[in-house]
């Protein structure tokens, strides 16, 4: 596998490399190296490669266009050396960058099979970070890019149905194009019956809480949350929110700043990112998740947080931005959803929730039934079966 990302933090490649684990299967993983990691690693089943650049959030286009190129530089002759000494039948590579799965020339020459894994869409994700407009020549050079990355791929993967029907509009790529989701991992998330109790069983020493985590980052619109929480707090005393994660630096300062300013850093409290495994505990002790997003073209068209996902395994209801992609798994009775700029949407939905605890069971159930048919173990034989047919076409 090749990845621009850190190894285990990335939640889909841990996913995916745990469950080759799980049928015996070994990998060899080229990514990221952060800072205090081993440069070749062991964990579990996978041999880890990690190359010498850290991702920085927040740059300009020219900042990651240079950062992308130098991790394919070094990712294509750390991939050669290793194709030499192991002929791999099937090698994966997940983007962004798109054009990351020609670093695997050399194990297609000799044979390999090469699989896509396709966690973003480029051409639209440029348009919401730097207002790209889809006339212009760049935009254009993006899907041209795009189209070739998935015409050389022998199978390609995407994370959910937008997406894959969005590419579908520019690819011919229907007979190699599979739906993979982010499904969350039942040996993790999973709803036991425990969490926090009933807003009827509180008191001023068992507050309500609100959960965040994941990226901190601008186009999730973290300022219409933070007015929201401070509107329903009003009418809830016992309100407090906790947000676990890192995102852009001079972004998370903005929203601290915010926090600080209003004197309410013991309601709103930070916490750095943890690993996967202690998130299902953290959830238990929430009573609402909270997923802020911002509408914008790559958000609507085909974002689907993975943390709502993970939140519906738990059986803990949510509160959503209303976008497209969600609305497209979800309905108004399986997610409370709000607009993504009204703080007054977000303050009625957390108040309305408190006050009926019957409506969040409610809720928190027909969501979780509703993303059955799309659970992990689902997830996963579909992988193995893309693999699978790799391996016998080799």
């Not at 993790?188 to 901190?216: C, V």
């Not at 953290?282 to 997003?293: E, F, H, K, M, S």
């Not at 019957?358 to 039934?369: N, V």
Request: charged share 30%; hydrophobic share 40%; with cysteine.
């Amino acid at each position: 596998m090749v990845v621009h990302a850190y190894y285990p933090h990335d939640v889909r490649v841990r996913r995916q490399c745990e469950a080759l684990a799980d049928r015996g299967d070994v990998v060899d993983l080229v990514c990221l190296r952060g800072d205090g990691e081993q440069v070749t690693e062991r964990i579990g089943n996978v041999n880890v490669h990690r190359l010498p650049l850290q991702h920085r959030r927040g740059q300009g286009v020219a900042e990651y266009l240079a950062e992308y190129a130098g991790f394919f530089i070094l990712a294509f002759l750390k991939l050669s050396v290793l194709t030499i000494r192991n002929r791999y039948p099937v090698v994966q590579v997940h983007n962004m960058p798109d054009v990351l799965v020609f670093t695997t020339l050399l194990p297609k020459i000799l044979g390999a099979r090469v699989l896509l894994d396709m966690h973003d869409i480029t051409p639209e994700l440029f348009q919401s970070l730097y207002g790209v407009d889809e006339r212009s020549r760049f935009f254009k050079l993006l899907v041209f890019l795009e189209q070739a990355s998935l015409a050389y791929a022998d199978a390609v993967m995407t994370v959910n149905r937008n997406i894959r029907d969005l590419f579908l509009t520019r690819n011919p790529i229907a007979h190699k194009l599979e739906v993979v989701m982010n499904a969350p991992d039942p040996r993790y998330f999973r709803y036991d019956g425990s969490g926090a109790p009933h807003p009827t069983e509180m008191n001023r020493k068992n507050p309500f809480r609100l959960f965040h985590h994941g990226q901190i980052l601008r186009r999730y619109s973290f300022e219409t949350a933070l007015k929201g929480f401070s509107l329903a707090r009003k009418s809830i005393p016992e309100l407090e929110m906790d947000i676990y994660g890192d995102g852009e630096e001079k972004y998370l300062e903005e929203v601290k700043g915010w926090v600080k300013d209003r004197g309410m850093t013991d309601l709103i409290r930070f916490h750095d990112r943890v690993p996967v495994e202690q998130v299902p505990e953290l959830i238990r002790r929430a009573d609402l998740g909270l997923v802020p997003c911002k509408k914008d073209v790559f958000v609507d068209k085909v974002m689907l947080p993975v943390r709502l996902l993970e939140y519906v395994a738990m059986g803990l209801p949510s509160v959503c931005s209303r976008v497209g992609t969600v609305e497209s798994y979800f309905g108004d009775n399986e997610v409370a959803y709000y607009d993504h700029d009204s703080p007054e949407q977000l303050a009625e939905n957390i108040i309305r929730l408190y006050q009926n605890p019957d409506l969040r069971d409610d809720m928190a159930r027909k969501a979780t039934k509703a993303f059955r048919r799309c659970e992990w173990p689902r997830m996963q034989k579909r992988y193995y079966r893309i693999l699978d047919s790799l391996t016998r076409c080799n």
